[in-house]
């Protein structure tokens, strides 16, 4: 009999767990889990044409990183993007493309495996307070890539991290 007492408190504490964890999924759900937000007057934001300071000499890159971050700004839907006289201004450029060796063949000293580091400055300032909110210097992201499959897989690294780097701006833009 203490075993069936055992066994049923036991599955009464169970299913407390199971309601709690139940009703703390639904209430979280509403939320973001950034963790910040956009000051309540920045409502627009002009996006200024990326420049590519990194000497890498490929513009296809530039383009792409504009156009991602454009991409992700409307789809996060916080801000309306305008061409002139916005509440806030994304100034972006690419800092640097740098490429390392990561792996050699050990019998022949070739190349195996590269990373490339794509490092960018971002600001994004408040128009109407005529302050910056968020300025990072040193925002970089790195993938590998395989140097057999070069250009085509350096491109694909490039652009990988490019899509992780239009989210990041965007977190850092929301988080100030």
């Known amino acids: 009999m203490n075993n069936g007492k055992m066994h049923a408190s036991g599955f009464s504490a169970g299913l407390f767990s199971f309601a709690v964890f139940t009703l703390c999924m639904i209430c979280t759900s509403c939320y973001s889990f950034r963790g910040g937000s956009l000051p309540e ?35 996060d839907n916080s801000l309306r993007i305008e061409d002139e ?38 600001e994004f300032f408040d128009n109407i307070n005529r302050k910056t909110i968020v300025r990072n210097s040193n925002l970089s992201i790195n993938q590998l890539f395989l140097v057999s499959g070069t250009p085509t897989t350096r491109d694909e690294a490039v652009q990988k991290c490019i899509e992780i780097l239009a989210d990041e701006v965007l977190n850092a833009m929301i988080e100030g």
Not at 89 to 96: D, F, K, N, Q
Not at 104 to 113: L, Y
Request: proline fraction near 1%.
């Open 41 to 75: 007057h920045i409502k627009t934001i002009q996006i200024k044409a990326v420049t590519d300071n990194s000497g890498y000499g490929n513009p296809l890159y530039r383009d792409n990183l504009y156009n991602k971050i454009t991409e992700v700004i409307r789809r």
């Open 85 to 122: 006289n916005a509440d806030s201004r994304l100034t972006i450029a690419i800092s640097s493309i740098r490429e390392d060796v990561v792996t050699t063949s050990a019998s022949s000293q070739i190349e195996k495996e590269r990373k490339i580091t794509v490092t960018l400055t971002m």
